[in-house]
């Protein structure tokens, strides 16, 4: 029944695109013994082991690491900002150091983000105490491991 779903011919569309777009650079990665490049692509290659080393396999664990880093990325980004508005007195300090830093370098560079120490302090606090969102997230996904496992 759910082959018939849209939504599903949608999602198997995509995952072909991602399947083009990915092998190419799985089989490249497979063949490069270069040191040089450490990114996912690598690390998925040397640690996949059995089944999960197949191509089309790594193709999907790419995908759902994706998208956890999106939705990671989107809840802590939520809580720093709640965190912020709930905590106008740190606002003007966090301005402050952005301020001087985009000043020095004369604009926002590479090397402009690891000055800001003050920004860098309140974002580990943030994510310190506003942990719900990460069990959340992992909580179906470890439940569907399990699941898998079995």
């Known amino acids: 029944m759910v082959r018939f779903l849209e939504s599903h011919r949608q999602c198997r569309a995509r995952f072909g695109v991602a399947r083009r777009l990915l092998l190419p650079a799985f089989g490249e990665r497979a063949l490069s013994k270069s040191e040089e490049q450490q990114d996912m692509l690598k690390w998925l290659l040397d640690s996949a082991r059995g089944r999960d080393a197949e191509p089309g396999r790594l193709v999907k664990i790419m995908l759902f690491l994706k998208m956890a880093a999106i939705h990671t ?16 007195e740190c606002m003007e300090g966090l301005w402050e150091e952005m301020m001087q830093a985009i000043e020095g370098d004369g604009g926002i560079k590479p090397l402009t983000l690891p000055k800001l120490k003050k920004l860098d302090s309140f974002m580990r606090e943030s994510r ?12 179906p996904f470890l439940a569907t491991l399990m699941a898998m496992t079995k």
């Not at 809580?79 to 709930?86: R, S």
């Open 73 to 88: 990325t989107a809840i802590t980004t939520m809580n720093v900002l709640l965190d912020l508005c709930a905590r106008l």
């Open 128 to 139: 310190r105490l506003n942990t719900m969102g990460f069990y959340t997230l992992y909580t």
